[in-house]
């Protein structure tokens, strides 16, 4: 299987632009999770979409946003850009495999996000 | 590529030794937990899990330990090689789907 896929993979752009990051899941895989990732604050998590519909949310400010495809595509959204949101976003999505034992998340290799 | 973390604690292992990397979690209701490898300029790329009705569980070369006495976690390295260096985070969840990440640990591997 392939594994999941993330466009673009650098990104620069400057504060108060908007910016929209896309997410392909493992075929099959119908949660899709996005993280911002920081050398300062590590992985934290954005929100979690199963079925089109969010289903976790994390502590981000409401210029932070997503959706969901009927395919399990996501899109992650950040509005009115700040210095603070230059970091490495990482989409995941979750399901079983035959080295797991339970549904677990597998990453993608991130969009690296430049604001300047 | 960028550092993951500027500040991570690190280990250095000398190639052919035995590594253990360890960590503290945060939440006694956790019932599964993840290791994963982040090497520099790429995703986390999972390595291995274990449910919390377990104690131990071995892969290739690699081992999990988790103690829910102490809330510690613990990945055992076999015969460390240079490959193996990256950062490794455990990640736990509570049923929630969200999964809540520790800051990582940076394996370094001597020649």
């Known amino acids: 299987k392939a594994g999941v896929t993330q466009t673009p993979r650098y990104l620069i752009k400057t504060r108060g632009q908007q910016v929209t990051l896309s997410c392909s899941p493992i075929?099959?895989?119908?949660?899709v999770s996005w993280y911002q990732q920081t050398p300062g604050q590590g992985l934290q998590f954005l929100f979690e979409?199963?079925?089109?519909?969010?289903?976790n949310k994390g502590n981000f400010p409401g210029r932070f946003s997503g959706r969901q495809f009927s395919n399990s595509r996501s899109e992650m959204n950040v509005s009115t850009l700040e210095l603070g949101d230059s970091a490495l976003y990482l989409c995941?999505?979750?399901?079983?495999?035959?080295?797991?034992?339970?549904?677990?998340?597998?990453f993608g290799p991130g969009t690296r996000l430049t604001v300047l | 590529g960028e550092s993951v973390g500027l500040h991570l604690p690190t280990l250095s292992v000398q190639e052919g030794d035995n590594s253990i990397i360890n960590c503290a979690y945060s939440n006694s209701a956790s019932d599964y937990f993840i290791w994963y490898k982040q090497e520099s300029g790429k995703g986390p790329q999972f390595i291995i899990d274990?449910?919390?009705?377990?104690d131990k569980r071995q892969g290739q070369r690699v081992t999990v330990l988790l103690n829910k006495t102490v809330k510690h976690l613990s990945l055992q390295i076999a015969a460390t090689q240079p490959g193996d260096s990256a950062v490794y985070f455990c990640?736990?969840?509570?049923?929630?789907?969200?999964?809540?990440f520790g800051t990582g640990t940076r394996l370094k591997v001597l020649a």
């Open positions: 995941a999505s979750r399901g079983a495999s035959s080295t797991t034992s339970t549904d677990t998340q597998y």
């Open positions: 990640a736990e969840t509570a049923g929630t789907y969200k999964y809540i």
């Open positions: 274990i449910r919390s009705n377990m």
């Open positions: 979409y199963f079925s089109e519909t969010q289903r």
């Open positions: 075929s099959g895989h119908r949660s």
